[in-house]
């Protein structure tokens, strides 16, 4: 079973940082595109930032200059560092990939549990 756990979130201040962490565990092959996205309340989801398996970003206007996602594929994990917070970056944070369970071209995509992040002073 595939499974993506985030950690990392928790309150900030107006200007300060947070990083979260998604490890993907369990039965697959290759994680392809990994990513976060994001729901504020009475907000659709959207995405904020997403990597490649050869490390190329893409990142949201809202966030571009402040956040920076990395990758680490020998450990199945993907990172988003997170600086200069504001409080419109309050929401659930999720983590997203696309798995392939054999060696093909195929992928599944995967969705973490969510993580709170709150940019309050």
């Known amino acids: 079973q595939v499974q993506l756990v985030e950690s990392g979130g928790g309150l900030a201040q107006p200007g300060g940082s947070l990083t979260l962490s998604c490890a993907a565990s369990?039965?697959?092959?290759?994680?392809?595109?990994m990513g976060w996205y994001r729901e504020a309340p009475a907000k659709e989801r959207e995405l904020v930032a997403m990597?490649?398996?050869?490390?190329?970003?893409n990142y949201a206007d809202s966030v571009k200059g402040r956040f920076t996602i990395s990758r680490d594929n020998a450990k199945n994990t993907v990172y988003l560092q997170m600086n200069r917070l504001k409080p419109e970056d309050t929401a659930v944070y999720f983590c997203?990939?696309?798995?392939?369970?054999?060696?093909?071209?195929?992928?599944?995509?995967?969705w973490g549990q969510g993580t709170q992040v709150t940019v309050s002073s």
């Open positions: 369990g039965n697959f092959f290759k994680a392809k595109n």
């Open positions: 997203n990939a696309d798995l392939t369970l054999v060696d093909g071209p195929f992928s599944f995509n995967y």
């Open positions: 990597i490649g398996f050869g490390g190329d970003p």
